[in-house]
């Protein structure tokens, strides 16, 4: 500091990075905890060899396509199909555009949406006003 106060900014500083830390363990707590459950629905409603393998897919962006959830789960189309239509069904996945000939589907995971989120949703519910990734920057 010019004014040579640096105690002051030094805690300012300090106190800026306790809550972030706190911030971020809530988040990282709120992860983990949907991880489980997602885990635990899956191993239940997916009565496939894939259940467990479909998970960390959707971990991997709040939006994708059905092609981008192929790619990275590594699954055959029929089964990622059915799997993301359970998802849809109970309530996981929302189904933001519905494919139509050479047109993908677009899926969203409001959940992880509202956790990695650094906006609060705008009505409190749903997806947030400024999620950090948009369509048009995860879909292919």
């Given at each position: ?81 059915r799997i993301l239509g ?55």
């Amino acid at each position: 500091s010019s004014i040579g106060d640096w105690q002051s900014w030094i805690e300012f500083f300090l106190e800026a990075v306790a809550i972030q830390a706190e911030s971020d363990t809530r988040r990282v707590r709120e992860l983990l905890a949907l991880y489980d459950r997602l885990k635990n629905l899956l191993a239940t409603r997916l009565r496939t060899q894939f259940a467990l393998q479909a998970l960390d897919p959707l971990f991997m962006a709040p939006w994708f396509s059905t092609p981008q959830y192929v790619q990275a789960s590594g699954m055959p189309r029929a089964s990622v199909a059915r799997i993301l239509g359970e998802l849809v069904e109970s309530g996981v996945l929302t189904l933001v555009r519905e494919g139509r000939g050479r047109r993908t589907s677009v899926y969203a995971f409001p959940e992880l949406l509202a956790i990695v989120s650094t906006e609060p949703p705008a009505s409190g519910h749903g997806p947030p006003a400024a999620p950090l990734l948009t369509v048009g920057e995860t879909i292919s």
